[in-house]
Structure formats: structure tokens, C-alpha cells
């Protein structure tokens, strides 16, 4: 999953929210450096890609793409299927997506010293462009995959999955919502669990 469908599978509270996102930028075991609540917003990040990695939806995406994309394919599905989200964001979210991100961005600011500096470069670049909203566009897609693929310690070219995914876009469509379906009702479970264990150990 990427940067969209992380925030949104956060769930409502800010913190988690935050800590969706720097699951993406927050590498090897949490020591409690970070407020408990982003720290367990970054183990359901994790537990989202464990997840999505095994999900049968996933699977068959990414075998869509045909053997040659066996290794790199995924990198570019957790993208395409933040574009399917955002344009189909009203099933998901009774906000409008630009409210739902603006939101995100606003609170964050005021968290400012819990995020690292390349998360920071990142939230105030997808401020700056509407990055996110504007995962809507196919183009905006490509032009991510681009500079995705020249970041990889071996530049790949990832923008020549696009048409991979345009030709087989009704398929994709259906494996994305099967397994945003079960990662939203993963997520649910995981969010209710730490609360349900959070007030037991208050009440210890």
C-alpha cells in the first residue's frame, strides 16, 4: 500500500495517522522514541504490508503484469492502487478527499518534532503539489513512477507499467477492492485490539 491508502487505514486519530505515514520513513524496531500512539499507527502500517503482501487480490494483480515485473511490479501496483482509492474515494470516506488530506497536512504541522526530515521534505512537497488528490490523474501516476523508478539504487523504468494497468484496468479494479475491503477490516481489528489491551492495563 502507499502513502493514501496508509492514512486512511489509520483510522480517524491523528497520531495513528502520522504514524501510517512514517511507516514508509521509519525503518527497524520501535525503542518508544515516539509517542506511543504514532508508534503503533507505524506497527499497523507494517501489519497492513504484511498483509497486503499475502492477500490473494494482491497476488493476482501483481501477476497480471506478467513474469518480467515479478520483482519491481508491486512498487508501481502500491501506487496505481492509491489511484484507484483517490477515484473512488467517496466509497471509502464520507470527506471529500481534498478536506480528508488538507486535514492530515494540518495536524502534522503541529507534530512537527515527532517527524523525521525526509518525512517532513515529503509531506511539505505533496502539500506544495496536491500530490495526493491528485493521484487521480493517470499522468500525475506516471510522473510518480518516474521519479520512483530513478530513486531505486538500480533506476528502473517504472512508468512502463502504465499501460500494463490501463489495458487490464477493470481487473485491477476488482482485485483493489477486494483487498482494500480486507485491509480495511484488518486495520478495524488491529485499531480495536490495542485499544481494548491500552484500557486493560490502565485499569491494571
Known amino acids: 500500500m502507499n502513502y493514501l491508502a496508509h492514512l486512511l487505514l489509520s483510522g480517524p486519530d491523528p497520531d ?24 503503533a499507527g507505524i506497527r499497523l ?3 497492513i504490508d504484511l ?18 515485473w515479478r520483482r519491481l511490479g508491486g512498487i508501481g ?7 484507484l482509492l483517490a477515484n473512488n474515494w467517496h466509497s471509502w470516506h464520507s470527506e471529500p478527499l481534498e478536506t480528508f488530506v488538507e486535514t492530515c497536512w494540518s495536524n502534522f504541522r503541529a507534530r512537527s518534532p515527532w517527524i523525521p526530515e525526509n518525512a517532513q521534505a515529503f509531506i ?25 523508478g530513478e530513486r531505486l539504487r538500480r533506476p528502473q523504468p ?8 490501463l489495458a487490464d484496468a477493470a481487473a485491477l ?7 482494500f475491503t480486507d485491509l480495511s477490516q484488518q486495520a478495524v481489528l488491529f485499531r480495536q485490539h490495542y485499544f481494548r489491551k491500552q484500557k486493560t492495563e490502565n485499569n491494571l
Open 77 to 83: 501496483l502500491d501506487i496505481w492502487f492509491d489511484h
Open 16 to 39: 495513528w495517522q502520522l504514524g501510517g505515514l512514517l511507516g514508509d520513513f521509519v525503518k527497524g524496531p520501535l525503542k518508544g522514541n515516539l509517542p506511543e500512539p504514532i508508534e
Open 173 to 179: 479494479e476488482q482485485d483493489f477492492h477486494s483487498l
Open 158 to 165: 517504472l512508468a512502463q507499467l502504465v499501460p500494463l494497468f
Open 124 to 148: 511539505q512537497r505533496a502539500e506544495q503539489f496536491k500530490l495526493l488528490p491528485g493521484y487521480r490523474e493517470v499522468a500525475v501516476i506516471e510522473r510518480t513512477l518516474v521519479r520512483v
Open 51 to 68: 498483509l497486503s503482501d499475502r492477500h490473494p487480490g494482491y497476488v493476482t494483480a501483481l501477476r497480471r503484469l506478467g513474469p518480467e
Open 45 to 47: 502500517h507494517r501489519r
